[in-house]
């Protein structure tokens, strides 16, 4: 499809096939409801394969570096699949976990290839409603809305430190809307809520990465993708995996936990628990001990507060051990080199700005959810956006060219 005009039907079936992998961790409560969302999810997993199927018949093709991605996707899903049935651990989690993750990707990929401006406003309108919903919550209960045996605080999205992992794509979202509708109201409304939200809650993680996120987003309006690129990040990243967990594993930054961040007692405590993570990790270090639910996570780890190793690298290897590792780094490798490829282009700047927030956050947090997959969707299809991009720039000059000829 062209996608030149807006089709609002299309708009809304895209909100059909997202909106029932937003799941709120407050509805999870209620076995009913939780029910009915598990029912959409497997009609939106089920619509969105025949989709795919319908559109590779009727075009006698595969388009193969998506191909490729998502076979990397389901044998990273296969590896953790067979971790877990050898750790006797129930597959049920896991198996929901890969079809709801996948599933946002497939829906992501597919149209963002054939239908961007369509999907960034159902991404948009989906951000709208639940971020303003879950403020209204907050306002009037400021010290949340539920307990739970883990956590007194809770709200729609959940603790605290769960919001970022649903704005996070919010985020990324509401910056490519502007960029393809030129219009800034509703965005700037939307991430001032969101960053209103996390500072009422007191969630410092969240506020630190959406302050680095506007800060870049901020710069790269006159950088071009000169020093602000997928690689220049992905080298940041490495650098800053590098100074907070390896020194901290080899004991060459105690001075700095020791002295310094021991005044924080959220990182003493991520920080002590890697202690923990390590030796599970080298006595099952080739195939882990495969995905476990939040309280068998608990039980693992022996923290009776902890669901997870609080980063990402050490939770991926606690699960799938070093070849569910090789396969999640191929995977970000293929997706940051696509994105990298594109780097002059603003889609892509807003996409590798995203990833790298979403990792420097995830050095002491563990993002699972299906919403922060939105991300890795839109970047397997960043060049089918650039080019959108592109051709609608040509045109405008074009128009704006034939304008003047008028008057010449």
């Not at 070849?323 to 191929?330: A, D």
Request: charged letters at 15%.
């Amino acid at each position: 499809m062209d996608n030149h005009e807006l089709t609002t039907g299309t708009t809304g079936f895209i909100i059909f096939l997202l909106l029932p992998h937003y799941q709120l961790p407050y509805l999870e409560l209620f076995p009913v409801i939780d029910k009915v969302y598990d029912v959409f999810r497997v009609l939106s997993a089920l619509a969105i394969l025949v989709i795919i199927i319908n559109d590779v018949i009727k075009t006698d093709r595969i388009r193969g570096r998506h191909f490729v991605i998502v076979v990397l996707f389901i044998a990273y899903y296969a590896e953790l699949m067979v971790s877990t049935a050898l750790n006797h651990v129930s597959l049920k989690d896991i198996v929901l976990r890969a079809a709801s993750q996948l599933s946002v990707f497939l829906i992501c990929n597919y149209y963002a290839a054939y239908f961007r401006k369509e999907l960034i406003k159902a991404l948009l309108i989906i951000s709208e409603v639940l971020v303003y919903l879950n403020f209204i919550v907050i306002i009037f209960n400021k010290d949340g809305l539920y307990r739970t045996a883990l956590y007194w605080n809770n709200w729609l999205f959940g603790y605290k430190n769960n919001f970022f992992q649903f704005f996070i794509g919010f985020i990324v979202a509401s910056f490519l809307y502007k960029g393809f509708f030129k219009k800034n109201i509703r965005i700037i409304c939307l991430n001032l809520v969101m960053f209103i939200s996390v500072v009422i809650v007191g969630s410092a993680t969240a506020m630190i990465s959406m302050l680095i996120f506007y800060f870049l987003a901020l710069v790269i309006q006159k950088d071009n993708g000169k020093r602000i690129n997928a690689l220049s990040l992905t080298i940041a990243n490495c650098v800053l995996f590098v100074l907070v967990v390896l020194l901290r594993v080899g004991g060459l930054f105690n001075f700095v936990y020791d002295t310094i961040l021991r005044k924080s007692t959220a990182i003493v405590m991520r920080v002590r628990l890697w202690d923990r993570v390590l030796p599970l990790i080298s006595n099952k270090y080739l195939l882990g001990y495969g995905y476990r639910s939040s309280r068998g996570m608990t039980f693992l780890l022996g923290a009776g507060w902890a669901t997870h190793a609080h980063n990402i690298v050490l939770q991926v290897l606690l699960e799938g051990g070093v070849i569910s590792l090789l396969l999640y780094i191929i995977i970000n490798i293929y997706l940051l080199k696509e994105i990298q490829y594109y780097k002059n282009s603003y889609v892509a700047q807003i996409l590798a700005i995203g990833i790298f927030v979403l990792y420097v956050s995830s050095l002491f947090e563990v993002y699972y959810r299906a919403s922060t997959f939105v991300i890795y969707g839109l970047a397997s299809s960043v060049g089918a956006m650039v080019q959108y991009d592109t051709n609608n720039q040509n045109e405008r000059k074009r128009k704006i060219r034939v304008t003047l000829g008028l008057f010449a």
